[in-house]
Nanobody
Framework: QLHLEESGGGSVPAGGSLRLSCAAS????????MGWFRQAPGKEREAVAT???????NYADSVNGRFTISQDKVKHFLYLDMNSLKPEETAMYYC?????????????????WGQGTQVTVSS
């Protein structure tokens, strides 16, 4: 059974940086789109950054230029490097995957989710 587990969350001041990691339990990178998503209290879950099977990356406009998604296929990790964090980016961050060549826009099409890691940005 495939399993995703996030780590690396924490509390940082505004302008700070964090690296989130997502460990996969198997070689799911072959044929799987993967991405990072977040959900703030009282808000809907939203896509932050995704990576298509061919390595094409996509970012939410609000994080473009500050966040970087990457993966280590050998060690089965997906990363999200976050810089210049803002208080409004306080949220639970999730790693997710689906066996699609191109990452879908609809979050309900992702069928593999981690439990999430909390990121808190103080002002």
């Amino acid at each position: 059974q495939l399993h995703l587990e996030e780590s690396g969350g924490g509390s940082v001041p505004a302008g700070g940086s964090l690296r989130l990691s997502c460990a996969a339990s198997g070689d799911i990178y072959s044929g799987f789109c993967m991405g990072w998503f977040r959900q703030a209290p009282g808000k809907e879950r939203e896509a932050v950054a995704t990576m298509d099977v061919d390595g094409t990356t996509n970012y939410a406009d609000s994080v473009n230029g500050r966040f970087t998604i990457s993966q280590d296929k050998v060690k089965h990790f997906l990363y999200l490097d976050m810089n210049s964090l803002k208080p409004e980016e306080t949220a639970m961050y999730y790693c997710a995957a689906v066996r699609f060549w191109r990452c879908p826009d609809r979050l309900d099409q992702y069928n593999l989710w981690g439990q999430g890691t909390q990121v808190t940005v103080s002002s």
